[in-house]
């Protein structure tokens, strides 16, 4: 009988949003910005409060979004070099496209407009508000309707810009590149 009322309901992994390294990543080899999480197994029993059977701290990059498990023997080291998010995005930009002596892959850093500006949205702008800047500027400056000499550049920078921020892999490399840091949708606040 005792057994019966101690039987456990349900388990499930809880992910608390620990702090940001800067380290080069294992899977996709370039070196930016990873999210550190406290990941916790907790059981819920039918008499007993929920009680957490295992906790390990957990590394998930920008870039890939692949997830690594930290050795028990480094966690505290992981832990001493956490940073801010603003922290994070000022160490990438200080280290100016170089990390620890490695250079960080499809690294950007323009002298000129981001593609976010050349298509006049917003970072945070969603696939279909890109899509419809797109076609609203490409109207205006496409060679065909605009007669100016800089038409044909200015039309290859708003189809290149529309390339890199329509697929999501190439979008999250390039907001990486030019350090915009996202938390993934499950550590966004609710919004009200």
């Given at each position: 009988?005792?057994?019966?009322?101690?039987?456990?309901?349900?388990?499930?992994?809880?992910?608390?949003?620990?702090?940001?390294?800067?380290l080069?990543?294992?899977?996709?080899?370039?070196?930016?910005?990873?999210?550190?999480?406290?990941?916790?197994?907790?059981?819920t029993?039918?008499?007993?409060?929920?009680?957490?059977?295992?906790?390990?701290?957990?590394?998930?990059?920008?870039?890939?979004?692949?997830?690594?498990?930290?050795?028990?023997?480094?966690?505290?080291?992981?832990?001493?070099?956490?940073?801010?998010?603003?922290?994070?995005?000022?160490?990438v930009?200080?280290?100016?496209?170089?990390?620890?002596g490695?250079?960080?892959?499809?690294?950007?850093?323009?002298?000129?407009?981001?593609?976010?500006?050349?298509?006049?949205?917003?970072?945070?702008?969603?696939?279909?508000?890109?899509?419809?800047?797109?076609?609203?500027?490409?109207?205006k400056?496409?060679?065909?309707?605009?007669p100016g000499?800089?038409?044909?550049?200015?039309?290859?920078?708003?189809?290149?810009?529309?390339?890199a921020?329509?697929?999501p892999?190439?979008?999250?490399?390039?907001?990486?590149?030019?350090?915009?840091?996202?938390?993934?949708?499950?550590?966004?606040?609710?919004?009200?």
């Amino acid at each position: 009988m005792v057994l019966q009322l101690l039987y456990g309901i349900g388990a499930r992994d809880f992910l608390e949003p620990a702090g940001y390294l800067v380290l080069p990543c294992q899977k996709c080899g370039t070196t930016g910005v990873f999210t550190g999480y406290r990941a916790k197994r907790k059981v819920t029993f039918y008499t007993v409060p929920t009680a957490t059977v295992r906790e390990q701290f957990v590394v998930e990059c920008h870039n890939c979004q692949q997830r690594f498990a930290v050795p028990d023997a480094l966690r505290d080291e992981f832990a001493a070099n956490l940073l801010s998010e603003q922290d994070a995005v000022a160490r990438v930009r200080q280290l100016g496209g170089r990390a620890g002596g490695l250079a960080i892959a499809g690294t950007r850093h323009p002298a000129g407009p981001t593609y976010y500006q050349i298509l006049q949205v917003d970072p945070a702008a969603d696939p279909e508000v890109i899509d419809a800047a797109f076609r609203r500027l490409a109207l205006k400056h496409h060679p065909d309707r605009s007669p100016g000499p800089e038409s044909a550049a200015r039309m290859r920078e708003l189809l290149t810009a529309k390339e890199a921020l329509s697929e999501p892999e190439r979008r999250r490399a390039y907001d990486a590149s030019i350090g915009i840091v996202r938390r993934p949708p499950a550590m966004r606040p609710d919004e009200v």
